[in-house]
Nanobody, 126 residues
């Protein structure tokens, strides 16, 4: 059983940067594919980015390329999401998620992730 805890959210002005962290415990984190999703009020949960267990392959949502960078440090049981040039439309609760059995075709599907953090709020002011 893996427990995930996000941190690093908060209020930031448009154009700023933010780094979210996700700390994992209780399982073999290095064997999991991990991802970030976000959910704005009244919206469905949206795929942001994912990174495979080795850390060598990363994938981004179609509208996320260029400003979002996902990374992981298996030695620290942690993953990160760097967000640059923040926009008001980035305002959402950001969740980290993981799965030991994910395949490439399922990366963007939140239902395919077994473990979730509680979320961290990111608010971007204009």
């Amino acid at each position: 059983q893996v427990q995930l805890v996000e941190s690093g959210g908060g209020l930031v002005q448009a154009g700023g940067s933010m780094r979210l962290s996700c700390a994992a415990s209780g399982g073999t984190f290095s064997r999991h594919t991990v991802a970030w999703f976000r959910q704005a009020p009244g919206m469905e949960r949206e795929f942001v980015a994912a990174i495979f267990r080795s850390g060598g392959s990363t994938y981004y949502g179609d509208s996320m390329k260029g400003r979002f960078t996902i990374s992981r440090d298996n030695a620290k049981n942690a993953m990160y999401l760097q967000i640059d040039s923040l926009k008001p439309e980035d305002t959402a609760v950001y969740y980290c998620a993981s799965s030991p059995t994910l395949i490439l075709s399922s990366l963007r599907m939140p239902t395919q992730y077994q473990y979730w953090g509680q979320g961290t709020q990111v608010a971007v002011s204009s």
